[in-house]
């Protein structure tokens, strides 16, 4: 089935450890966004990619970082120096930037302990 | 400043009421697009509808309407005669063009819990 997948659902880190989230679709998209949702806050854009080997910080891209070397994978790392790690990441993708609407995937939950 | 909100937090009904969930948004752009999500425990959020700045006609979709209001800046969804599966976090989002692409911003979200 087409879709987005995100691993693993529950991830945690210890202090000071950079960890990998992964995201995966077979939508054939070309847009693909790393959301961070808090509660009470909403849906906070961390990064984007628009293109494969191109992507864009978003409002809060300090601490993370991502890469986008296929077209249906765009993982993000949460490094060690993102100061308040702990949230759901949700990861979803669009067939355009603009105005088609975007998949999300299942999120992961990570935690810092 | 390009914002979207939504000023209702929490709202629980019983069954069958109907409810509307408040949006507003914020925005400088002649082109836009709007979108309403749902997102039930599970966490994924769910596509509900899309709307462009240059259609103002009202949606109805089963129990689901929505009403845009550019002179209010308005883009609110009401549902209809509510069932206990309706209960999750609903979220409305503006589409914008940023930096040579695009961007969600999304409001808060309403938390919506219907009881039988």
């Known amino acids: 089935d087409g879709g987005i997948t995100q691993s693993p659902k529950y991830l945690f880190r210890k202090e000071g450890q950079n960890v990998t989230l992964s995201c995966e679709q077979n939508l054939n998209h070309d847009a693909m966004y790393w959301y961070r949702q808090d509660p009470g806050q909403g849906l906070r854009l961390i990064y984007y990619?628009?293109?494969?080997?191109?992507?864009q910080k978003g409002d809060i891209a300090e601490g993370y970082s991502v890469s986008r070397e296929k077209k249906e994978s765009f993982p993000l790392t949460v490094t060690s120096a993102q100061k308040n790690p702990t949230a759901f990441y949700l990861c979803?993708?669009?067939?355009?930037?603009?105005?088609?609407?975007?998949?999300f995937g299942q999120g992961t939950r990570l935690t810092v302990v | 400043a390009q914002k979207v909100t939504q000023a209702q937090t929490e709202i629980s009904v019983v069954e069958k009421e109907d409810v509307t969930l408040d949006c507003v948004y914020e925005t400088r752009d002649t082109t836009y697009y709007l979108f309403w999500y749902k997102q039930p425990p599970s966490g994924e959020l769910v596509f509900l509808i899309r709307r462009n700045s240059f259609d103002e006609q009202n949606e109805i979709s089963g129990r689901y309407s929505w009403n845009f209001q550019k002179s209010t800046s308005s883009f609110n969804f009401t549902i209809t005669a509510s069932q206990v599966v309706d209960s999750a976090v609903y979220f409305c989002?503006?589409?914008?063009?940023?930096?040579?692409?695009?961007?969600?911003?999304f409001g808060q979200g309403t938390e919506l819990s219907v009881k039988p």
């Open positions: 989002a503006l589409s914008v063009l940023y930096n040579q692409g695009g961007k969600l911003i």
């Open positions: 979803a993708s669009s067939a355009h930037h603009l105005n088609t609407e975007a998949f």
């Open positions: 990619s628009q293109i494969v080997n191109d992507f």
